[in-house]
């Protein structure tokens, strides 16, 4: 892709209005600019969406459903935010539980201003990653796959990210650093998919 072919939408984007069409969610699965490594995994959430619809975007949903996260970039440095995540007890990027929401830009973006508390970010799209996991939330649905579409989201030069109680920490890294800290493969790949992303978005 060329640098007039990525796009950045803003929280106040009319584009990523929160919307309950599992139409949207098709569009940025479609779109999205993934490793070939991926794609398994792009034709198992579209037909799972052929099957459960609009219902895919609910966390009650079985066996999985639709969440979206975001690889956090500054802008200047290409330096990426990374959490410690309280629960999980790894180092993660933002992201959650659609909620109902199949604008999973939008997810991406609410998500990491929720989590950084950095104000001013910006989503690109298309989206970079798509990864399939299994969760188990300790609640009454027991293990069940997170669908999760990944997009670049860019953090103004020299933010100072907040964070909430879901991390213990959080982190600017650069992908040397992220190897030593992450032992998720789809954190690394994400990780890879958003710098070669962000080459482009930046190039002259």
């Known amino acids: 892709m060329t640098a ?8 106040d984007d009319p584009e990523r209005a929160p919307s309950g069409d599992p139409e949207r969610a098709r569009v940025r699965i479609g779109d999205a600019r993934l490793d070939p490594s991926c794609e398994p995994a792009r034709q198992q959430v579209l037909e799972l969406l052929d099957t459960h619809g609009a219902a895919l975007a609910d966390r009650t949903c079985a066996p999985g ?17 990374v959490l410690f995540h309280r ?22 973006l609410r998500e990491a201003t929720e989590e950084t508390g950095i104000t001013g970010l910006r989503v690109v799209v298309p989206a970079v990653d798509l990864d399939i996991h299994e969760v188990d939330h300790g609640d009454a649905l027991g293990n069940h796959l ?3 579409l990944r997009f670049v989201v ?3 030069n020299g933010s100072v990210p907040e964070g909430n109680h879901e ?13 030593a800290l992450a032992d998720e493969t789809g954190v690394l790949r994400l990780a890879a998919q958003g710098a070669a992303a962000l080459s482009e978005i930046t190039a002259d």
């Open 167 to 179: 991390s213990e920490a959080l982190r600017w890294v650069d992908l040397d650093e992220l190897r």
């Open 87 to 108: 629960k999980l007890q790894r180092w993660l990027q933002p992201g959650g539980h659609a909620d109902g929401d199949h604008e999973l830009a939008g997810v991406a």
């Open 154 to 156: 860019l953090a103004p």
């Open 4 to 11: 007039s072919e990525w796009r950045t939408l803003a929280v």
């Open 65 to 81: 459903h639709l969440t979206g996260s975001a690889l956090v970039v500054e802008e200047g440095t290409g330096r990426m935010l």
């Open 146 to 148: 997170h669908l999760d």
